[in-house]
């Protein structure tokens, strides 16, 4: 009999009627005759109210007592979920992290799932009952309840998933899959029947806000075949599955964007040993990340100009490490500017087939886009454009890798 | 060193400001050398709140999911209570049920605490740190979330002090004071200093709502010392102590009301054995409980009138239940009354003095109030009377026992 895991997102819970709707969509499943376990979020808004608690409580942050507060947001949506179940004639049961047991590091706030018991939910799943699992959260190795971080109920689910061994990890969201490209802004935007898990990934890093990164990484790791769905239409949504599943690969199969960016360019920096080092240590001790990092051929051989992105939320603390340290780093001049875009394009394709990357630059050139930093990887390419240009170099690229709806 | 419960209300947690002046009492009590347990309710409104979530999802009750969703109250505001506690400098983790253990029966909804282990709390009280225990929850035998019924945080209070053999139980609620009677209605109540477990058990099982009346029970039986005090106010509160630490008995220390009274007559039943099993088997089964009962002498020894009291909200279903039995039972009328009140004085002074009755009996005929019904116990006489005498029959008493202020 197939098993398998049901995740219903903030959205797809919001309020007691939306969840009397994801549970109509599991009682389907169960008549369907499959094995079922539900992974559930806080209903919409709650998460945030409990967390505005705690910031108005206390400036000192304690994770564990954070995540004690915080979990209990998907408690009451399990159990609300168990009684509109048992109310619909299906048998069910709440779980919550510690009853799994769903045990995980001691990292509060950002715990990570090491083992999850299935001794306790197998046999009765096997009975037919539904388990209705409190998404986000898990137990500490002492007994404290861990929270696995903001989207921490994707991982929930297909650590659950891989741990249940189950077929498939339905994620049911407020969009209907994965789309080529956001489709708010590309009208021609095709929703994938498939995608690859390494695809997948790199769409969630780069700033499609589908599925949690994390989420995606351990499905991968697992082979966990996962579907984006709609909890709101009835219709199939996007799997995202190993490579090797997907018969006719295309070359690209999307283009993410993120406006999360910010450009940060040193002028005129020292051209000797250890001046990245001098550069990116004081960033790092100050919990900037550092994204692309590009740096000039010295014309001189004395100096260059290194340029770099940063999250945009981490600018101004970066510029003011940045000139703390000046003297360090020897640099004449420093500018930031926010108004940038990252815009990448995706595809396993990429491996095999050249020119990838020339379509890219040819394209944005012939749109009058300058493109103003260029990091690559094995499957995507990505360039820092300005901002203004985001939606013009979104279209132009669909259509230069053919992934205009018809 | 002195180790103390405290224990907070929903109206003392009701929102982050309470919870803060909630935490600088117990902060008192720790800067005074005290080693602290505290335990808190759901901040006032949202236990009702999950409540009405469960009701409208489900026509079908089931108690566990219930308590799994309506526990999560407790658990946001122990968390909010120690985050609170550190911030002003005082080391304090918050416990849940499961956490402790407080292991409860299997009876969810209603659940009766078994067992507290105190090997985690108390070498951790012995440190300093003060523990946030969320009230009302325990742990069933299967590892599900227990809860013990309304009002359960008092008997998680009292049911730790024990555990913890905790010098007092200080219950922080939102009045200073037990009273001599409800001091909205005689405006010459007095607050008392001291008053005896037997006589608390009495004031809350008779109406007065300040303590639960499990909670003084479990007090009475491991001889906690409870302290009912005003989270609002800076004053001593009123001692519930084993009767022999009462010096000067009053003969009456309080005089409780309750309104929640329905007054039913059976009119000519059959004066013969088995009648009143008649009567009470079918409510029993109905769920309904009985209060007062009197029989008046039958004058031709056949038929005879009964009337008893039951809760205004059973009211509907007794007198269903009667009138589906009314063959069984053989009576020739039902007259019911929901504008009664029952009046009740208390004092264990009553024991060894005689004329309390009577001075209870000649003080409402002075004042020309019809009594309907005569209850009595050791400690106590409870007489309905008309509902609209209420003020007027509980200033006359009060002053009639000697009870009024100076």
């Known amino acids: 009999m197939a098993r398998i895991v049901m995740k219903f997102g903030g959205t797809s819970v919001a309020d007691l009627e939306r969840i009397a709707n994801a549970a109509a969509r599991v009682k389907r ?27 108005q409580t206390s400036r000192i942050y304690d ?24 109310e619909m004639g299906v048998a069910a049961r709440s779980w919550l992290g510690w009853q799994i047991p769903i045990r995980t590091n001691e990292v509060h706030g950002k715990a990570r799932i090491e083992e999850i018991g299935t001794e306790a939910l197998v046999p009765r799943l096997e009975t037919g009952e539904v388990a209705i ?12 309840i861990a929270t696995l971080g903001r ?16 077929e498939r990890c339905d994620i049911y969201t407020d969009v209907d899959g994965v789309y080529t490209t956001d489709p708010r802004i590309v009208a021609k935007a095709r929703k994938l029947e498939r995608i690859s898990h390494e695809e997948m990934l790199e769409m969630a890093s780069l700033g499609a806000k589908v599925l949690q990164t994390r989420s995606v990484e351990l499905a991968m790791n697992h082979g966990v075949r996962l579907q984006v769905l709609s909890s709101f239409e009835d219709k199939p949504g996007t799997l995202v599955v190993d ?23 040193l002028v005129k920096v020292a051209d000797k040993p250890g001046v990245a080092a001098s550069v990116f240590g004081p960033l790092s001790d100050a919990a900037v ?24 939320s981490d600018l101004e603390r970066a510029v003011a490490t940045l000139e703390k340290n000046r003297d360090g780093i020897e640099y004449e001049d420093l500018i ?8 990448s394009v995706i595809g396993v394709g990429m491996r095999s087939h050249a020119g990838v990357a020339q379509t890219m630059f040819r394209t944005l050139a012939e749109k ?27 279209r132009a690229l669909h259509t230069a890798y053919g992934l205009d709806a018809a």
């Open 63 to 86: 994770a564990r007592e954070y995540d004690a507060i915080v979990a209990s947001g998907e408690q009451v949506t399990a159990g609300l979920m168990a009684l509109r179940l048992q």
């Open 133 to 144: 699992v409190a998404g986000f959260q898990g137990v500490s190795p002492r007994g404290r």
């Open 29 to 55: 499943e169960v008549e369907a005759g499959a094995q079922v376990a539900v992974v559930v979020s806080a209903m919409a808004g709650v998460t945030n109210q409990l967390v505005g608690y705690v910031d």
């Open 243 to 265: 490579e090797d599943e997907i018969v006719e690969q295309q070359i690209v199969s999307g283009i993410a964007y993120s406006r999360d960016e910010a450009k940060v360019t």
């Open 336 to 343: 930031s500017d926010a108004d940038v875009v990252k815009i």
């Open 151 to 166: 989207g921490g109920s994707d991982t929930t689910a297909v650590a659950l998933a891989a741990a249940l061994e189950a």
């Open 289 to 312: 990340n550092v994204d692309m990092i590009v740096q000039s051929v010295s014309s001189d051989g004395k100096r260059t100009d290194m340029t770099f992105t940063v999250a945009k």
């Open 368 to 394: 009058g886009i300058n493109i103003q930093v260029i990091s690559t990887s094995e499957i995507k390419i990505s360039t820092l454009v300005a901002e203004e240009y985001t939606e013009l170099a979104l």
